[in-house]
Nanobody
């Protein structure tokens, strides 16, 4: 059973940086895709970024491209999301997700989720 635990959320000002972490356990993740999603109040959960655990290849939503960087640390079984130049519209609960043997961007395609971590960006 895959377990995902996010950490690193908080309250920051616009323009600041924040680093989220997701510790993964319960499986060997070499054939997994790990992703970050976010859900703002009153909105649907939306794709942010993903990484292929085996290759390290990443893909980002247009809204975060150039500001966010996702990476995996195989030795620590952890994925991180470095968020720079944060904007108030980045305010959301951020979720880590995992999917075996696929490289999707849709929420429905991921079957393992963390509990989420709140990111709030003030203007």
């Amino acid at each position: 059973q895959v377990q995902l635990v996010e950490s690193g959320g908080g309250l920051v000002q616009a323009g600041d940086s924040l680093r989220l972490s997701c510790e993964a356990s319960g499986r060997t993740f070499s054939r997994y895709t790990m992703a970050w999603f976010r859900q703002a109040p009153g909105k649907e959960r939306a794709f942010v970024s993903r990484v292929n655990w085996n290759t390290g290849n990443t893909y980002y939503a247009d809204s975060v491209k150039g500001r966010f960087t996702m990476a995996r640390d195989s030795a620590k079984n952890t994925v991180v999301l470095q968020m720079n130049s944060l904007k108030p519209e980045d305010t959301a609960v951020y979720y880590c997700a995992a999917r075996y043997m696929a490289v999707p961007t849709s929420t429905e395609a991921y079957n393992s989720w963390g509990q989420g971590t709140q990111v709030t960006v003030s203007s």
